[in-house]
């Protein structure tokens, strides 16, 4: 894995790239499906356990969480956060699996770029095809093929494309719609709006599904950690206390406010430096596979900016 400069960029403001053999993407591939179904296997230890308190989840919502997992109802895409510097294992960071950011970075500009740039390399990327396909998938398990995309016109036009057919903006979800909404699970649960959409369900198939609150939280870290010790794609998380840790960084347990309900406490493991930029590597998971790779970089006390790769 190899950071260059001087050629025009994918925005205005860019102007470096990551450059990856096929092997490293192989490996980055491997681990990250890896990753995605030691995952599914925490959720399933979770509700089985029902271990639901150590997520901080309300109460009330329990059942309806188990039951969403039993069903297996459908899910879209998520984000799986790692640290990786061509010179070992990928490790996960933070699964973010309900409403992951930067999917047009990943799916669309960053193609843009390698077509311009350079058109004779390649990109891990089929991020897109991929979404269509999936949400197809989807349409297919619901009773009707109405589709409700909360402030996300990239992924509005990849259902439409899909089949499904968009709601009017006033139009309320109908029994077997498809909504796919802007705030995540844990946010919806904790306020006012989280009893009418666990109500709906299963006559309404979300997006991402009620189960996918599990996946985003940090508490899976620690579960993670306890069920596959060691494990070379995982940095160790304890939930409450930090354990045998001396340098950690503290995350929320269900991803709400820090310290709110007990915080999950991970291994600090510092992204690479690129002479002084740091990327962290997005594997987008679409369904239940792979699909592509984004990259954020950040400089000091900078923003996050995403940067695009080619393959050689």
């Not at 001396?246 to 269900?254: A, D, L, N």
Request: glycine letters at 10%; charged letters at 25%; a negative charge.
């Amino acid at each position: 894995m190899e950071r260059r400069t001087g050629e025009p960029g994918h925005s205005a403001h860019a102007s470096a790239y990551y450059v990856l053999s096929r092997d490293e993407v192989a490996a980055l591939e491997a681990d990250a499906e890896v990753l995605h179904a030691m995952c599914l296997e925490a959720v399933r230890h979770v509700v089985d356990a029902q271990r639901f308190a150590d997520f901080g989840l309300p109460e009330w919502s329990w059942e309806a969480v188990a039951a969403s997992w039993r069903r297996r109802d459908p899910h879209l895409r998520g984000r799986l956060d790692l640290r990786y510097d061509g010179h070992g294992p990928a490790k996960l960071l933070d699964y973010t699996a309900d409403t992951p950011d930067g999917l047009p970075e990943a799916a669309i500009r960053q193609r843009r770029w390698l077509m311009d740039a350079h058109p004779a390399d390649d990109q891990w990327n089929s991020v897109h095809e991929r979404l269509v396909e999936r949400w197809a998938e989807i349409g297919d398990r619901a009773s009707g093929a109405v589709v409700h995309v909360a402030g996300d016109d990239y992924l509005r036009a990849t259902a439409i494309e899909a089949g499904l057919e968009p709601a009017a903006g006033s139009d309320a979800p109908a029994t077997g719609a498809v909504v796919c909404k802007a705030d995540p699970w844990a946010a919806v649960l904790a306020d006012g709006r989280g009893r009418a959409a666990v109500g709906g369900l299963p006559g309404t198939v979300w997006v991402e599904p009620l189960w996918k609150v599990l996946v985003a939280a940090p508490a899976l870290l620690a579960v993670l950690w306890e069920m596959y010790p060691g494990h070379p794609n995982l940095l160790p998380a304890f939930l409450d206390a930090p354990g045998p840790l001396t340098e950690y960084v503290s995350k929320p347990r269900s991803g709400g406010v820090p310290g709110e309900q007990g915080d999950v406490h991970q291994l600090v493991d510092p992204l690479p430096d690129f002479d002084g930029y740091r990327p962290a590597l997005g594997v987008w998971i679409v369904g239940d596979g792979a699909a592509g790779l984004g990259i954020r970089e950040t400089a000091g006390e900078g923003r996050a900016a995403s940067v695009p790769h080619r393959v050689v």
